[in-house]
DNA sequence: GCCGTTATTGACAAACTAGTCCAGAATGGA
DNA sequence: TCCATTCTGGACTAGTTTGTCAATAACGGC
């Protein structure tokens, strides 16, 4: 065996993340980085390869524990459109430090656009697993007559997951628990039945 | 007198804020800049001051041209549901080059958040002229019947600035203008009375 | 046509950026 | 204890970045 690291490379890539999602890509330079990580120059390359990979698995982690959040969100609901109005709530609930960090989805289409495969390709797959997860969430909701029967669920799905992106822009500038709150009343109340 | 401008000095800035859009602030060097709007740098300098300089005033004449847009917008409208309604699906039918180029609001949020005072500042002003005049169409819609009764106009009117703003995060990606359209329309018909 | 003013052009400087190299240090196994 | 391996830290490089300077060119009023 040889010399073991003196980091913990999942807290290093989540520090990353942290300073990825308040400046961007770009603006975020290697020695940020490092600084951020608490690691060395070296480790960095060693260990990530370069400054673009470490973004895109910070891009993925980020991506994943978000999943994995809302799908635990979903499965502690006690119905199909109380899941919806979680996940809508859910960023109200986060402390004001971390909602007001940008959301790197978000903020690598705003940057990339679809320039980047990469990038694009792992947004790509996050957006079509919410869809099909907000699409069955829908299609219960429906059975059950907890929404109205006259919408579509694929549309439905893409207008919810619209709904979660433009309260994350708004989230960065600041925006309280209780305007985010009503924003996700608004958009839930719309979706039921007379 | 003395030797004028071969540019003018709104497109320039209408070239630059293209350039602008397309990566953010970071990513686009004064070399890009002057490239795309096809000046000496010399004369960007002289122009605009500096990169940060003209980046403010690209995205105050973005704003500008927006609020000018959407107020365009409003006027015309048959009804001030319509209006809201014409806002919304305003974005679908952009041309499909224009629509995919990030919104300089959004952009920029997500790449200097709060920490700007400047970018914050001319955000500010622009999402409360649109909050303000969305709180006076929801409060006419209201006394009209053509929205609910039970919805309040302030919480209303942050719930489209939030709309809008997923609509510009998803349109980036190269969402259709039929899956725009059905964005609107269920964020419209959530709205209406039973 | 001359002249003061301003625009343009290309060269330049200082700082910063991503990424590499290398020497030395730390580790676990033999 | 010694060794192979891998980590670490600092120096380094090549390229890019923003912004400036100085020389030249173009214009309009006189």
């Given at each position: 065996?040889?010399?073991p690291k ?20 770009s ?10 990580m ?13 400054k673009?990979?470490?973004?895109l ?7 994943a ?13 006690k119905?199909p459109?109380q899941?919806?109005?979680?996940l809508?709530?859910?960023i ?14 978000v ?11 990469d990038v ?5 797959e ?23 029967a ?11 997951v ?9 989230a960065?500038?600041?925006a309280s628990?209780?305007?985010l709150?009503?924003?996700?009343a608004i ?8």
């Amino acid at each position: 065996m040889a010399r073991p690291k003196e980091f913990d490379r999942d807290e290093a890539v989540d520090c990353a993340l942290t300073a990825f999602r308040k400046g961007g890509f770009s603006s975020t330079s290697t020695d940020d980085l490092r600084l951020a990580m608490g690691i060395g120059r070296q480790s960095l390359y060693d260990t990530f390869k370069g400054k673009k990979e470490l973004y895109l698995e910070a891009l993925r982690r980020y991506l994943a524990s978000r999943v994995h959040g809302h799908f635990d969100l979903f499965r502690k609901a006690k119905s199909p459109l109380q899941a919806i109005e979680d996940l809508l709530l859910s960023i109200a609930l986060e402390n004001p430090k971390e909602r007001r960090l940008a959301c790197l989805a978000v903020s690598s289409i705003c940057e990339f656009g679809t320039a980047d495969a990469d990038v694009a390709s792992i947004n790509r797959e996050f957006a079509s697993t919410m869809q099909a997860a907000l699409e069955k969430l829908v299609t219960e909701a429906k059975a059950k007559h907890l929404v109205r029967a006259s919408l579509n669920a694929e549309d439905t799905a893409r207008y919810l997951v619209s709904t979660l992106a433009g309260m994350r822009v708004i989230a960065i500038t600041g925006a309280s628990p209780e305007a985010l709150r009503s924003i996700a009343a608004i958009a839930i109340l719309g979706l039921q039945p007379h």
